[in-house]
């Protein structure tokens, strides 16, 4: 997000603009404002390779913040903010985190959270008006700072969280190098080259800007001196006239938000001219086959698809004439090499189906966590995953057919059922239970809890409300059931491993 060359250039080029309020950025205010955010992260001590923590709405102080921190040597971590405050201490605490920024509008789960967080020396809420008792208002701190680089400047980067199988997220950690912040890391030329971004674009971001795709591509698009449109939450006729208004070049997506293009009436899509769009990139979740063929019919040939992890220990990549030659694929391996293995470690004959790694491009680490990080690498240790199943066909176009432990995507966020199943354990009217994803028509797939009650409770749908609530009192929301069924015994090997297949098996169709 080091801009400072557009901010010399052309300093009243709009840097941010958001959706639907207009409120705009230019590259001077933007490249200010991170100049004296990095000056405030002096002056606290922060120095490189130290951890700042960020949990915040969509807005432009956020990327402001992201910006101090590229230029200042830091690592920071991008929370996502539809979490618990049990969930947002563990984060904050395990990424020792030495400062936690918030936006305003999350305060009241960062509030709670913050007595976890014996790590941060100060708490810092953003577009507020004034402090807010432990949190100090970043407007006042940065006042009197200069809009000068800090002369120590070096280059920072994000640290992002993957959830594991056991519901515990893990930090995902790079050794920075030492260079000077208007050098990328090198992932980042990666990632413009992959999106087909370029000088005088204009992109258009409708995603949460915690997760890793929408933090890089904006990244990418501010070091290039693109204007980025910035939706506070995505609606679906807003993006058509977001990309219609600013004259949207470039965009990336997940599944959810086609379907939700796509159920809009004929009328309302043909209503706005959607000519400027040159590419949309999508990925994060299985995209079916109808929906995108549907895509590529209305918008044309522009549409790409790529498959990695926010490990980015390799990626596929198809444009649109390689998916609709191999329907359904999610493109050749463009980083790393994909390697299909057995169980047993054995390289799987062509179509048939493995856990998925790549080869050769393993240089992340799970943070503080030796033991996780050993778990997804190979022995020889050239070799990593993040667990998804899939096969190669005799060209090496590769397809997904599940992913590790029924990892459930929903509206393209990973969910992972084995925390929700965890905490549903501990209810005294579950005596078992398994958390699955389900078929759903907008989100892709739903949380469903299947239960087994403990003696003395009988199923009820009165019973399958309390359940939901209860998930809700201590998880967040997305990681909750949205349908809770009943069985009279859940299916166990004698190992007393739950055979999940069998529970999923029956929401999903056969072939």
Request: hydrophobic letters at 40%; charged letters at 20%; glycine letters at 8%.
């Amino acid at each position: 997000m080091y801009a400072a060359r557009t901010a010399a250039a052309q300093p009243d080029k709009p840097a941010i603009v958001m959706v639907p309020t207009g409120e705009t950025v230019t590259f001077a205010d933007y490249e200010a404002a991170a100049n004296r955010i990095a000056h405030l992260l002096r002056a606290q001590g922060l120095k490189r390779g130290d951890h700042i923590a960020i949990l915040s709405s969509n807005n432009p102080s956020m990327i402001e913040i992201e910006g101090a921190a590229e230029r200042t040597g830091l690592y920071f971590t991008l929370i996502n903010s539809y979490l618990s405050a049990d969930e947002v201490a563990y984060i904050v605490d395990n990424s020792t985190a030495k400062m936690l920024f918030c936006s305003a509008d999350k305060l009241e789960v960062a509030d709670l959270a913050a007595p976890s967080c014996p790590g941060v020396q100060r708490f810092v809420v953003t577009r507020s008006s004034g402090d807010l008792g432990r949190w100090e208002s970043l407007e006042r701190l940065v006042d009197g700072y200069p809009s000068t680089p800090v002369p120590d400047e070096r280059l920072g980067a994000a640290m992002l969280y993957s959830s594991g199988t056991t519901g515990r997220p893990k930090g995902i950690f790079r050794e920075l190098p030492e260079i000077d912040p208007a050098q990328a890391l090198p992932v980042m030329d990666f990632v413009r080259h992959l999106f087909g971004f370029r000088e005088g674009m204009t992109y258009l971001n409708p995603a949460p800007l915690y997760h890793s795709a929408p933090q890089s591509s904006v990244a990418a698009s501010l070091r290039l001196g693109a204007t980025v449109v910035v939706m506070e939450h995505f609606d679906a006729e807003g993006w058509l006239s977001a990309v219609e208004k600013y004259r949207v070049t470039n965009c990336q997506m997940v599944p959810t938000m086609f379907t939700r293009l796509l159920r809009l009436p004929s009328e309302v899509r043909d209503r706005y001219d959607l000519s400027s769009l040159e590419r949309i990139v999508h990925a994060a979740a299985p995209c079916p086959i109808p929906v995108k063929q549907a895509m590529i019919d209305w918008l044309g040939p522009i549409i790409t698809e790529y498959y990695g992890a926010t490990e980015a220990n390799g990626f596929t990549f198809c444009d649109s004439e390689e998916w609709l030659a191999h329907p359904g694929t999610v493109g050749r391996a463009v980083l790393g090499e994909v390697v299909i293995l057995d169980e047993d470690g054995h390289e799987c004959p062509t179509g048939t189906d493995g856990t998925v790694w790549f080869r050769g491009a393993t240089n992340f680490e799970y943070f503080e966590d030796p033991a996780k990080t050993a778990e997804s690498r190979a022995e020889d240790g050239n070799m990593s995953t993040v667990g998804d199943i899939g096969h190669l066909d005799a060209q090496g176009w590769l397809y997904l057919t599940d992913r590790k432990s029924y990892m459930i995507i929903s509206g393209g966020v990973n969910i992972y059922p084995q925390e929700t199943e965890n905490l549903l354990a501990t209810h005294p009217a579950v005596g078992d239970v398994a958390v699955i994803g389900a078929p759903d028509p907008d989100m892709g797939e739903k949380v469903v809890a299947v239960v087994e009650p403990a003696a003395g409770y009988e199923a009820s749908p009165e019973l399958a409300a309390e359940l939901i609530r209860f998930s809700r009192a201590h998880l967040a929301h997305f990681k909750c059931p949205k349908q809770v069924d009943f069985v009279t015994e859940l299916p166990r090997l004698p190992t007393g491993k739950l055979y999940k297949r069998l529970v999923r098996d029956q929401y999903w169709p056969k072939g």
